[in-house]
T-cell receptor
Framework: DAKTTQPNSMESNEEEPVHLPCNHSTISGTDYIHWYRQLPSQGPEYVIHGLTSNVNNRMASLAIAEDRKSSTLILHRATLRDAAVYYCILRDEGGGSEKLVFGKGTKLTVNP | DTAVSQTPKYLVTQMGNDKSIKCEQNLGHDTMYWYKQDSKKFLKIMFSYNNKELIINETVPNRFSPKSPDKAHLNLHINSLELGDSAVYFC?????????????FGPGTRLTVL
């Protein structure tokens, strides 16, 4: 499984944008970039995913570098509820393996 | 109308005991998983079942035995519990053919072995 690198922690203020980076220099052509987050004392939840183009949904945006060696999860206006550990995960959609391989993730603290 | 539910939420037991954790999903998914999150917060896949067939078994001791009576249920039975089994266990489900293959996680079962 290709590896991702994320900062251990980041801090933001409420209602400000947050950019969570992820490096994946060994990404292969069939790897999709998935983001999950885990709120305190809860199971992980899906946030967004993409392959090459930038993606938007109601939760966040995903900006993918042109060479696909890095990506950034963007929370446009952080709320206290967004405080969580965010995981950037590569998944080979062509390999038939459906497991999620979680790294250490980035712990996001949102200040009021 | 919980999507993925687990019972019990907390489980405290003595070393050497046998215990089970149950998982049910009402999303109509055909694939279910068990993950383990240890004290350092690392989340790791343990097992995955697709249409009641085991498809992933990640070097888990054979004291752990998953059982899938039907597509909506995946239970985890643990024999001869050890201190190192203390962790939070998460069940998840997904639809194999879903292009997103988004996995939906349960709330977790915190197992404490004394």
């Amino acid at each position: 499984d290709a590896k991702t690198t994320q900062p251990n922690s980041m801090e933001s203020n409420e209602e400000e944008p947050v950019h969570l980076p992820c490096n994946h220099s060994t990404i292969s052509g069939t790897d999709y970039i998935h983001w999950y987050r885990q709120l305190p004392s809860q199971g992980p939840e899906y946030v967004i995913h993409g392959l090459t183009s930038n993606v938007n949904n109601r939760m966040a945006s995903l900006a993918i570098a042109e060479d696909r060696k890095s990506s950034t999860l963007i929370l446009h206006r952080a709320t206290l509820r967004d405080a969580a550990v965010y995981y950037c995960i590569l998944r080979d959609e062509g390999g038939g393996s459906e497991k999620l391989v979680f790294g250490k993730g980035t712990k996001l603290t949102v200040n009021p | 109308d919980t999507a993925v539910s687990q019972t019990p939420k907390y489980l405290v037991t003595q070393m050497g005991n046998d215990k089970s954790i149950k998982c049910e999903q009402n999303l109509g998914h055909d694939t279910m998983y068990w993950y383990k999150q240890d004290s350092k917060k690392f989340l790791k896949i343990m097992f995955s079942y697709n249409n009641k067939e085991l498809i992933i078994n990640e070097t888990v001791p054979n004291r752990f035995s998953p059982k899938s009576p039907d597509k909506a249920h995946l239970n985890l039975h643990i024999n001869s519990l050890e201190l190192g089994d203390s962790a939070v266990y998460f069940c998840a489900s997904s639809h194999w053919q879903d292009s997103n293959n988004e996995q939906f996680f349960g709330p977790g079962t915190r197992l404490t072995v004394l």
